[in-house]
């Protein structure tokens, strides 16, 4: 939310020229991304998907009255109403597809480092001694 706050206060927005839409994409993007990490929270109840939902969506209109604040900003309607969509969009796949949500909630394994058995390890010792001396 700090992050969002951070770039509505700002004048220019760094974003791909010349793709009309893009700023709803983003919208629409980030506030669902927001609403998923409040549903996924701790000891969440059945009733957060709905909460997480009006939640995020009263954030983006508070957003948008934060941005009339700032020079060369401008509130737009379709901005809340793309952060209330992803909102619910992301809330709803979160809470109704189970392939999503079991995505999501898969914890992220690293490859480890392959390691020489220990008669390699030997090997590699014996040999790196014998060419020293």
């Known amino acids: 939310m700090a992050l969002v706050v951070t770039a509505s206060g700002r004048s220019e927005i ?9 700023d709803k994409i ?7 991304l927001l609403a998923t990490l409040i549903v996924r929270s701790p000891g969440t109840t059945r009733r957060w998907p709905l909460f997480a939902v009006l939640l995020v969506s ?4 508070s957003d948008e009255w934060h941005q009339s604040f700032t020079p060369g900003r401008e509130v737009e309607f379709a ?24 995505l999501l909630e898969t914890p992220l394994r690293l490859p480890r480092r392959a390691r020489p058995s220990p008669a390699l390890a030997a090997k590699s010792v014996s ?7």
């Open 14 to 22: 760094a974003g791909p020229p010349g793709i009309p839409g893009m």
């Open 58 to 61: 009263f954030f983006g209109m």
């Open 79 to 102: 901005d809340w109403v793309a952060d209330t969509f992803g909102a619910a969009l992301a809330v709803s796949l979160y809470t109704f597809w189970p392939f999503y949500r079991r």
């Open 26 to 32: 983003a919208h629409l993007s980030v506030f669902g």
């Open 127 to 133: 040999a790196s001694s014998s060419s020293a001396a």
